[in-house]
Nanobody, 123 residues
């Protein structure tokens, strides 16, 4: 079992950058497919980005492609999300998640979740 704790959320202005981190404990994250999801008020949870166990392959939602970068440091047991050119529509609670599957795009595949960190972007 793995425990996940997100950090780095803040209130920023449109165009700013933020870096979220997700620290894992319990088991090494190298055993897991990792992802960032987000959920805005009144909206369904949305997958933002996914990274495979080795970190070689990454996948992004169209809405963040070219602006966000997901990465992982397996030695530090940490997942990151670099967010640039932030927009008001990026406002949401951001969650990191871990899955024992090789690859999956659905939230149902992710058994382990952090508590979330709030990102608010003012226009």
């Amino acid at each position: 079992q793995v425990q996940l704790v997100e950090s780095g959320g803040a209130m920023v202005q449109a165009g700013d950058s933020l870096r979220l981190a997700c620290a894992a404990s319990g088991r090494t994250v190298s055993n897991y497919l990792m992802a960032w999801f987000r959920q805005a008020p009144g909206k369904e949870r949305e997958r933002v980005a996914t990274i495979t166990r080795s970190g070689v392959n990454t996948y992004y939602a169209d809405s963040v492609e070219g602006r966000f970068t997901i990465s992982r440091d397996n030695a530090k047991n940490t997942l990151y999300l670099e967010m640039n050119s932030l927009k008001a529509e990026d406002t949401a609670v951001y969650y990191c998640a871990a899955s024992s599957q090789t690859y999956c795009r659905h939230s149902e595949c992710f058994a382990y979740w952090g508590q979330g960190t709030q990102v608010t972007v003012s226009s």
